[in-house]
């Protein structure tokens, strides 16, 4: 190996001295780098005028009077009928750039249904628990289920009847949902939404 040759004006030059030093040193296996880096400024954006006057309510009873630029970004989008894909990283707020549309939805139309996949059952049981925060805030009265492996008989003929968030799995809905559609008519027939969480998992079979 040979040493790093100069970086540019404008590259970070803390990457060429760990690398540098690697190579000065010549240690072998895997390395560590601790990088300490500037906070950035949180870049915002007025709450849209469209929204919901429900959903506006709920947001600022949480805290969040200015959302997030690409919330504000995803949601203009949805409003389109655009489909969106999100990637930002870890506790960036994705989860509001879809539970702000479907609530908005909800709120507007009583018979609108969303559908919302997650390749875990406990993250669907996390999100589960944050939707249903999301619509209790906006107070917008509306039954949020998980449909999956674990969900009783009894209470299957209830959630294709009545829910109008349905959680589940991919698993679940090619084998439980799919193929039994003709009792599912109602919830597709008015199906404004659909969500898939962790679009990376979906690879080969899965």
């Known amino acids: 190996m040979r040493p790093m040759d100069p970086p540019a004006p404008s ?15 010549r240690r072998d ?14 870049r915002t954006e007025p709450m849209p005028s469209w929204l919901h006057p429900d959903v506006v309510q709920g947001l600022r009873s949480s805290g969040i009077a200015a959302p997030y630029a690409h919330q504000v970004q995803a949601w203009q989008a949805l409003a389109r009928r655009q489909n969106v894909v999100i990637a930002t990283p870890t ?28 390749p875990t059952k406990a993250l669907s049981r996390d999100q589960e628990s944050a939707i249903r925060a999301q619509l209790a805030s906006s107070r917008i009265p509306a039954q ?21 968030v349905l959680i589940t799995n ?13 009792m599912w008519a109602n919830f597709f027939a008015n199906l404004t ?6 679009i990376h998992y979906y690879r080969g079979v899965f």
Not at 11 to 25: G, K, Q, T
């Open 11 to 25: 590259a970070d030059r803390w990457i060429y001295r760990v690398l540098d030093s690697w190579v000065n040193e």
């Open 29 to 42: 296996g895997q390395f560590t780098a601790n990088v300490t880096t500037l906070p950035e400024p949180a």
């Open 91 to 118: 506790a960036s707020g994705k989860t509001l750039c879809y539970t702000v549309p479907v609530a908005d939805s909800l709120a507007r139309n009583p018979a609108a249904r969303a559908l919302l996949l997650f």
């Open 170 to 182: 991919p698993d679940m809905l090619h084998t439980g949902i799919l193929p039994h559609h003709a």
């Open 193 to 198: 939404h659909i969500i898939v969480d962790e």
């Open 144 to 164: 949020v289920a998980t449909y999956d492996g674990d969900t009783s008989a009894e209470h299957r003929r209830g959630i294709r009847q009545a829910a109008r």
